[in-house]
């Protein structure tokens, strides 16, 4: 009898505990899941480039961005070869001096820009350009 009475002070005690905890608005956390928005705004898609080109970008995002980054991806016939990547950390979102002139006439690099949150959530676009110097 005196255990099953601590039994009930003790649950009768969690479901207060309990209860008081899940209606504090204070204690509410929300989870940022949304994505930011990515768009590469220059160059286009199938677009012929030469010489230097600068990508440019545009990320938003319902809180903060955090970072964009771009990578380089050749096409070599067979499979894509990854280049290389930079990261911007403000806007405006860019990558200064692509060098066309360091690839073949008629290769394709795609170009993929990843925008990240400050949550860790990505989005990303890509093109692909053709080389022409």
Not at 48 to 62: E, H, K, L
Request: hydrophobic share 40%; with cysteine; glycine share 4%.
């Amino acid at each position: 009898m005196k255990y099953r009475m601590l039994t009930c002070i003790i649950i009768a005690a969690l479901v207060i505990l309990f209860t008081n905890h899940c209606t504090k608005t204070e204690d509410v956390l929300t989870v940022d899941t949304i994505p930011p928005v990515v768009t590469v705004t220059y160059p286009h898609n199938a677009q012929t480039v030469s010489g230097t080109i600068d990508i440019t970008a545009d990320a938003v995002d319902n809180d903060t961005i955090t970072q964009v980054v771009f990578e380089f991806i050749q096409w070599t016939d067979t499979y894509w070869l990854y280049l290389f990547a930079e990261e911007d950390i403000s806007e405006p979102y860019e990558y200064k001096g692509f060098i066309t002139t360091n690839y073949p006439d008629s290769m394709q690099i795609k170009i993929r820009v990843t925008g990240y949150d400050l949550a860790g959530n990505t989005a990303d676009d890509e093109v692909i350009v053709i080389i022409d110097n």
